[in-house]
Structure formats: C-alpha cells, structure tokens
C-alpha cells in the first residue's frame, strides 16, 4: 500500500535567517544549498548528514518555519511552507514535533509539568485527557514523571523532550543532532525510541554527525556537500 507524504520539497533553496534585527523578516541571508529535491513518506526515517555550515540545520528550520522558504515549492503535513502567515506558524508547530541538541526544557517543573505546559500551550483542556497522554508518551520514552530536569542524565532529558515532541499525535519529528550532546550509550537508547516511534507510523527526519547512530538504525541518508543535497547508498557511509 503507497504510504502518503509528509514532506514534499521542490527545487527548494535554503537560506540562513536573516541577521537579528532585520526589518524584513523574509529578507534572505546567505543561501547555503539550493535545488533541494525530496519526499518523505509517513512512517519514514531520514537522516541528514553533511559538514558543520552544510545547511542540514537551516533545511530542518525551514521545515518547521524558522526560517522562511523564499525560492522553490514546499509543504509540511499539509501546509504550505512558501505561503505561511504568522497565525499558520503556530499552527503548524502544533502539528508536528522538533527534538533540539539543547534540550530546551523548562528548569523549574519536573517531568510531568514541562508537558503538561506545553499542552495547555497547545490547545489541550480536558485534564483526563492530558494526563493520560501523558502517560502514554512516557511509556513510549521510559521516563518517570516526578522528575526535575536537573535530577536527570542527559539521556533522560533528551528522552523528555522527545516525549514533549510527542505529546501532540504529529505525524513527523524534525530532530536537530538530537544524540550530538550525548555519551555513546545515552545516544543509543534515543536511537531505541526512534526505531519504536517510527514503528508506530510517526515520520523522523535527523540531521547527524555521528555516523554509529545510523549503523545502528540505517535508513533513507541525504548527504549535504557544496551547496547540493544528494541521496546517498547507505552502504557507502558505512564503508560496507
């Protein structure tokens, strides 16, 4: 059965944002790749890989609107990323999850209230409702809901903000080198979540420099050099 797309880009350029304090949002800074062609199908997992500045970040920021997509066509489940408004933005993040290097949690409430805030954010009112979710997308990253941030590894945190990307049933994941702060083993049991995420039908798309992670769970690889973006045999990036 042919599986819908989540992700549908065509002859997409990418830029870095424009300079803080720009007057012109959409102003254009530096274009890092262009003619980006790719599709990304529901329950799909795709790595970007490439060297530090080869635009993998910005690519994953235009996905999710942090930077504008200003030169070629792209759609995001089901919106249109070269005619986003401010009010689509929000909409859109609530539509999909984003897995950051950093983190990002909130330091002064534990497990269950970092989700629970971003749940209310998003638009969830039914208390039931909520923490059943929550305990649902716990289960899914084997995390305790008692926790502060601070009482917990650097796995246990990234597990947490999977969770976070997770709490609003999205179709896909955007994961900004979501291992890249991690120890090796810490790096596997996210990779773990991963493989059980997609296996429930979610879409991962991963930049990465750490070439174990797709040993251990290889799948589609996009490479970014000189400015292009190619697909790539994953055997050739593990020297097979």
């Not at 790719?38 to 993998?56: A, D, H, P, R």
């Not at 990465?208 to 400015?227: C, W």
Request: aromatic share 6%; glycine share 8%.
């Amino acid at each position: 059965m042919e599986k819908n797309p989540v992700i549908e880009l065509r002859n997409v350029a990418v830029f870095h944002s424009a300079k803080p304090g720009s007057s012109n949002p959409k102003k254009r800074g530096e274009m890092v790749v262009s003619g980006v062609n790719l599709t990304v199908c529901e329950g799909e997992m795709v790595y970007f890989i490439g060297k530090v500045g080869s635009g993998k970040s910005s690519l994953i920021k235009t996905l999710y609107a942090e930077v504008p997509l200003v030169e070629g066509e792209g759609r995001i489940v089901g919106f249109d990323l070269r005619r986003m408004k401010r009010r689509d933005i929000s909409r859109l993040r609530r539509s999909i999850g984003i897995v950051f290097q950093d983190y990002q949690l909130l330091s002064d409430r534990d497990v269950f209230g970092n989700l629970h805030y971003v749940m209310k954010a998003t638009g969830w009112k039914n208390e039931t409702d909520m923490r059943k979710r929550i305990e649902e997308v716990l289960s899914v990253v084997e995390n305790k809901a008692f926790k502060m941030p601070f009482e917990l590894s650097g796995g246990q945190q990234q597990r947490l903000a999977v969770a976070r990307a997770l709490v609003n049933n999205p179709r896909v994941i955007l994961a900004d080198e979501p291992t890249g702060n991690l120890d090796p083993w810490a790096a596997e049991d996210i990779m773990e979540v991963f493989r059980r995420i997609v296996a429930g039908g979610c879409s991962i798309v991963m930049s990465t420099h750490n070439i174990a992670n797709i040993e251990q769970f290889p799948a589609r690889t996009i490479r970014f050099n000189k400015g292009k973006v190619e697909e790539i045999d994953i055997s050739s990036v593990l020297g097979a």
